[in-house]
């Protein structure tokens, strides 16, 4: 029996390497060689121990290209050979939302990597065989490692509902925002405002098209807000999540406006209801994404129109997950995106 390394979140904190067998498929299941796996930073909350809903032991890694190995004997449309990359929500196909093409929010909702599968920071993975999305030609293992990442993107900007010329607020310029930010501009913002604590990352938002990078640890976002753009800014998202984040974007709203919760909160988190009601915000939750938004943004990464590669800041090779966990926890580089080569 052929046997592969895989990296296995065992407790907080610890990610521990383990020789076990190469999972076996079954016919309607293919089996990747993995190539590239990206650390989303739900894996970093699963790491740290205060994910909401992933725990150890698990093997992480949802955001990953690779190469197909085997195929199941009921899979006709993926062959042995073919680069592809996964799409790792697993559903029922059965609840009510399923039924009505919300399948990222599935009753009995299963992510590769996350809960109830375990995910790509190994040798090779088993998906089943619908998940598979192949690659075009001219995408680097790197690039295609980004998708879901950028889907996550695209299905906040389409869940907005946001309008040609409208001028957003992006909180937040981490992988996530500065790819909500790159989508946001291709459906045709006006303006992308975008803020961040630190300011390698305000300027990796500029090389990527803002139009205006605020720092809000030193200046007053309420009071800029205020003063430059008056009731001019249509739309909010927050690829933070935190609290603070969260009560700055109600408080700038215009009234009647939405305000987009893309970052995942690591619990509960106090916010002023008051103003949400008495200002008739919508406070709307974003959560993975459907297949069309991850087609769209293959297409997206595949044309050019949105940038993924400036991203990436970090490599590190499978037997080093570990530590490019800790790369991402302890922030003491200019860290982005931090992807395991495997
Ligand atoms: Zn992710
Ligand atoms: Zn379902």
Redesign the pocket.
Known sequence: MKKMVQAKLVSTEKIKLEKVKVPSITSDEVLIQVKVC?I????IHAYKGRHPFIHPPIVLG??FSGLVSEVGSGVKAISKGEKVTVE?NVVCGECYNCLHGRYNICLNLKVIGCVGHNGAFAEYIVVPKDKVIKLPQGISWDEASLV??AA?AVHAVKKAEQRVGDRVIILGAGP?GLLVMQVAKVSGAKEVIITDLLDYRLKKACDLGADRVVNSGRENLANLVKEDYGERIDLIYDCVGIEETVSQAIQIARKGTKILIVGVPEGKIAVNLAYVQDRELELLGSLMYVREDFTTALELIHQGKIKVRPLVSHHFTLEETDKAFQKILTMKEEVLKVLVQI
Request: aromatic share 0%.
């Open positions: 990206g989303c930073g739900s894996d949802h955001e790792p879901e990442p996550v996530i």
